[in-house]
């Protein structure tokens, strides 16, 4: 148990509701409570939270699915790691190893990052 109150942050995006909420030992009223559904601030503050809610995508969003499979892909294409082969005057590079995620696939992500903001 932390010493000072904090707080509340729902770790989700996209939330939809909230169902039931107990702060400190205290039942509130789930509608009087103030969230933001795109970031998970809450109006709330405490040391020990209980809190019910609803959240998420009603369908997977088509650019995670897209990032998903070319990271698939990846990984069959070069399950070893291996950038390059060549053999005899035909060399192949390969633009994507081992499905790991490349410094663009973090800004393709960044929408779906979750955490406070500044």
């Known amino acids: 148990m932390r010493p000072f109150s904090e707080a509340v942050w729902l770790p989700a995006m996209q939330i939809e509701a909230i ?12 509608a009087n409570v103030d969230f933001d559904p795109d970031t998970g601030w809450t109006s709330l503050c405490g040391r020990r939270v209980n809190l ?7 369908a997977i969003p088509e650019d995670l699915v897209t990032l998903t499979l070319e990271l698939a892909a990846g990984a069959l294409g070069s399950p070893l790691g291996i950038s390059r082969e060549q053999a005899g005057a035909v060399s192949v590079t390969f633009t994507r190893t081992s499905g790991a995620l490349q410094p663009a696939d973090h800004a393709r992500l960044a929408a779906y990052k979750l955490g406070r903001l500044p």
Do not use: M, N
Not at 24 to 30: E, K, Q, V
Not at 52 to 58: M, V
């Open 19 to 30: 169902a039931s909420v107990t702060i400190d030992g205290t039942t509130l009223t789930p």
């Open 52 to 58: 019910t809610f609803t959240a998420g995508h009603e």
